[in-house]
C-alpha cells in the first residue's frame, strides 16, 4: 500500500532541485499537459518564467497574459497561476522558483531593496519583454543559470549555487529598474480577494485528501460555501469544473509518483483514479 506521507509529498507545488536548497530549474512543454494547461498553484516562492519557443498564456490572480518567445514573467510569491495553450499553439519554457528566504542574510537590505521588487505595489507580476533597457542583460542571466543547471546534470555534479546567487541579485537589481520605470505596472482587474481565499481553500483541500472518495458536496464544504458557488468560482477563474481539476490533478500526482518511486502501477492507479463527469 501506498505510504500517505508520499501522496502529501507528491501534491506540493514545488519539489526542489537539492534538498535543503530551495531552489527549481525546470524545463516544460506545454503539450505534455493534459488538454495543454497546466494545473492552478500557487506557492511561496518567486517564479521567473521564459519562453524559449512559441507563445503561451499565463493565467495570474484572475488576468491572462499572453507571452511570447523570449518573454520573461516573474511572479511573486503566492499569486495563484497556471499555463494554458494560446490559439492551441505548443510552447516551450523555463521555469525557475527560489525562495526569497535565500535573500534576506541582510534584513535592511531585503526589506530595502528586494521586498519591493516582489511586492511592488501590490502587482502579482512583472512582465519583461524587449522594450525594457534591461531586457537584454535579464535574458543573459537567465539563460547562463539555465546553461549552468543543465552542464551540471549532464557532467552529474552539484550546481554552482553561488554563481547562482551571484546571479540572482543582478537579476532583482535590474528588475527593480523596471519596475520605477514600466508604464504597465498598475493594479490589474484581479480575481477578488474573498474569491481568491475561497479558490485556495478548496484547491489545498483537494490537495490534501485527493486519494479520497471526494464529491463537490465535500469540496463546497471545505470552504463553507454551496455547491453552485464552488462551480461558479472554477468556472470562471479555471474554465473547468471542480471535479475536473480534481481528475487532473490526480493524474498529475500518478505521473510523478510513476517517475519517483517503484510502487506498483495498480497501486498508484488506485490512488489516483480519476472520477467520471
Not at 537539492?18 to 525546470?26: D, F, K, L, T
Not at 514573467?73 to 494560446?86: C, G, N, Q, S, T
Not at 474554465?239 to 481528475?247: K, R
Not at 487532473?248 to 490512488?271: D, G, M, Q, W
Amino acid at each position: 500500500m501506498i505510504n500517505t506521507d508520499i501522496l502529501k509529498d507528491a501534491a506540493k507545488s514545488v519539489h526542489y532541485d537539492v534538498p535543503g536548497i530551495p531552489v527549481s530549474i525546470s524545463r516544460h512543454i506545454l503539450s505534455e499537459y493534459p488538454g495543454m494547461r497546466t494545473l492552478l498553484h500557487w506557492h511561496e516562492d518567486a517564479e521567473w518564467v521564459l519562453v524559449l519557443e512559441g507563445s503561451m498564456n499565463y493565467y495570474i490572480n484572475g488576468r491572462s497574459v499572453i507571452l511570447e518567445q523570449n518573454d520573461i514573467l516573474m511572479v511573486r510569491p503566492d499569486a495563484i497561476h497556471y499555463v494554458y495553450a494560446r490559439k492551441n499553439e505548443d510552447c516551450l519554457y523555463t521555469c525557475m522558483l527560489f525562495d526569497p528566504k535565500l535573500l534576506k542574510s541582510n534584513e535592511m537590505i531585503y526589506t530595502g531593496y528586494i521586498e519591493p521588487v516582489l511586492n511592488h505595489d501590490g502587482v502579482p507580476y512583472i512582465h519583461i519583454n524587449v522594450r525594457d533597457r534591461e531586457y537584454g542583460r535579464i535574458l543573459d542571466i537567465i539563460k547562463q543559470i539555465i546553461q549552468d543547471r543543465e552542464n551540471a546534470i549532464r557532467k552529474k555534479s552539484a550546481p554552482d549555487y553561488l554563481k547562482f546567487m551571484s546571479g540572482l541579485y543582478e537579476l532583482m537589481n535590474l528588475t527593480g529598474k523596471v519596475c520605477d520605470r514600466s508604464d504597465d505596472m498598475v493594479l490589474p482587474e484581479d480575481i477578488s480577494g474573498d474569491d481568491m481565499n475561497v479558490q485556495k481553500h478548496m484547491i489545498t483541500y483537494i490537495q490534501e485528501y485527493y486519494p479520497a472518495s471526494l464529491t463537490l458536496d465535500d469540496i463546497a464544504m471545505s470552504a463553507g460555501i454551496s455547491v453552485s458557488t464552488c462551480c461558479r468560482i472554477f468556472k470562471k477563474y479555471l474554465n473547468q469544473s471542480p471535479v475536473d481539476y480534481l481528475n487532473a490533478f490526480r493524474l498529475e500526482t500518478a505521473k510523478y509518483l510513476l517517475k519517483t518511486t517503484t510502487y506498483p502501477v495498480n497501486e498508484i492507479a488506485s490512488s489516483c483514479a480519476v472520477l467520471s463527469t
